[in-house]
């Protein structure tokens, strides 16, 4: 099993709909999430930590399922500038010091 | 807001050369980090670094590779007799490390592209 999944898409939506990505992770006992975001050729950027309880910022909703060992991001009300690579993140360290391994992404291209 | 800044943005290298990427972390932050990207793949986690030592590190980065904070801002990567497949993106990262937080997100700095000859 890959230590961090993702369905590299394409994801095709329109603007407006609402959008679910997934990812898997292979250690149990990680303890730290994020979805970045990746335009191309340039740095990922933060877009929200994934917090246990699951939490929300605007249009995004992470949520962390721990039992199967993924993670999701919603994105709701879909805008052209949603368009871009959505990466997965995972510490794969437990606690103490950080190992953090990317999924591969998985591309959103919003249409008009 | 704060950033990350890493130097030079293109560098081109003949194979064989040594070459050395620079950073200059967040200030505040604690622990640094060092991933590549070859054109069209993952990201990949190389090293993390906290009170001048390696932390973590990943089987790309065997002895080809080494990683200094020269001084009180800037974090460094060497990369020894560079190999066509090195060419990559390199980026920069940096965290806050505060104990005890799980969570801990990083900024990361806007790459530097090697190009090996």
């Known amino acids: 099993r890959k230590e961090v999944e993702q369905d590299p898409g394409p994801f095709n939506v329109p603007e407006g709909a609402t959008v679910a990505f997934n990812c898997t992770y292979s250690?149990?006992?990680?303890?730290?999430f994020f979805w970045y975001r990746q335009d191309c050729r340039k740095e990922p950027k933060l877009l929200m930590s994934?917090?246990?309880s699951g939490n929300e910022d605007g249009r995004f909703t992470a949520q962390l399922n721990r039992a199967s060992q993924y993670i999701s991001l919603l994105i709701r009300d879909s805008k052209l500038s949603d368009s871009a690579t959505y990466l997965c993140?995972?510490?794969?360290?437990?606690?103490?010091?950080?190992?953090?391994?990317f999924g591969t992404g998985t591309r959103l291209k919003v249409l008009a | 807001e704060p950033e990350v800044t890493q130097t030079p943005s293109h560098q081109v290298t003949q194979m064989g050369q040594e070459v050395i990427l620079r950073c200059v972390p967040i200030s505040n932050h604690l622990y640094f980090y060092w991933y590549r990207q070859i054109l069209g793949q993952k990201v990949e986690f190389l090293v993390s670094?906290?009170?001048?030592?390696?932390?973590?590190k990943s089987e790309i980065f065997d002895d080809q590779f080494s990683v200094e904070r020269p001084d009180g801002s800037n974090f460094t990567l060497k990369i020894r007799s560079t190999k066509l497949e090195d060419s990559a993106m390199y980026f920069c990262a940096s965290s806050e490390g505060l104990q005890g937080a799980s969570n801990q997100p990083q900024h990361f700095g806007d790459g530097t592209r090697l190009s090996i000859l």
């Open positions: 994934v917090y246990s």
């Open positions: 993140v995972v510490n794969m360290i437990p606690s103490g010091t950080y190992k953090y391994i």
């Open positions: 250690n149990s006992a990680s303890q730290s």
């Open positions: 670094f906290y009170n001048n030592e390696i932390s973590e």
